[in-house]
């Protein structure tokens, strides 16, 4: 069983802006930075299995 990191993260994020408005612009704010990272260097061998 594979699991995907992005579905995952979105779940969570989604979880927390319904508990915390506010927290909003920071995972936004994250999760564009963490995707520019991976789009800029790549993921290399980085592959979440179990």
């Given amino acids: 069983m594979t699991l ?8 969570i994020a989604g979880i927390l ?3 915390v408005p506010r927290l909003l612009n920071y995972i936004v ?6 995707v520019g990272l991976v789009g800029i ?5 980085f ?3 179990f």
């Fill in 4 to 11: 995907a990191l992005t579905p995952l993260l979105s779940l």
């Fill in 17 to 19: 802006i319904l508990v």
């Fill in 29 to 34: 704010a994250i999760y564009l930075i963490v």
């Fill in 41 to 45: 260097f790549g993921t290399g061998n």
């Fill in 47 to 49: 592959n979440l299995s």
